[in-house]
Nanobody
Framework: QVQLVESGGASVQPGDSLRLSCAPN????????VAWFRQAPGKERNFVAA????????YYSDSVKGRFTISEPSPRNTVYLQMNNLKPEDSAVYYC????????????????????WGQGTQVTISS
């Protein structure tokens, strides 16, 4: 059984940094794509960042580009999302998603492409 275990969510002040981690336990495939999405109260779930298994391709939403960095999967497929210069509008529940891919360079923007999801970790930015 595949389980995505997220951690790192917290309440911090504007300008602070956080690092989220996603460990896809039970996912022992040769190639996966991993992404982060986020959902604020009353809003739809939005794409944040994605990375291919090779690490050669990364994608970011315009709202986080230049501030967030998604790591390539480690040997155990753990992926990190480094979030710098956090803003109040970054407050949301952050979800990790993963899916098998046939190409090591493939990653996706859309939630429907991802087969496995974590339970989410809360990130709150306020002064």
């Amino acid at each position: 059984q595949v389980q995505l275990v997220e951690s790192g969510g917290a309440s911090v002040q504007p300008g602070d940094s956080l690092r989220l981690s996603c460990a896809p336990n039970g996912l022992t495939l040769r190639s996966i794509a991993v992404a982060w999405f986020r959902q604020a109260p009353g809003k739809e779930r939005n794409f944040v960042a994605a990375v291919s298994f090779s690490g050669d391709n990364t994608y970011y939403s315009d709202s986080v580009k230049g501030r967030f960095t998604i790591s390539e999967p480690s040997p155990r497929n753990t992926v990190y999302l480094q979030m710098n210069n956090l803003k109040p509008e970054d407050s949301a529940v952050y979800y990790c998603a993963a899916t098998p891919t046939t190409n090591r360079d493939t990653a996706y923007y859309t939630a429907a492409k991802y087969r496995y999801w974590g339970q989410g970790t809360q990130v709150t930015i306020s002064s």
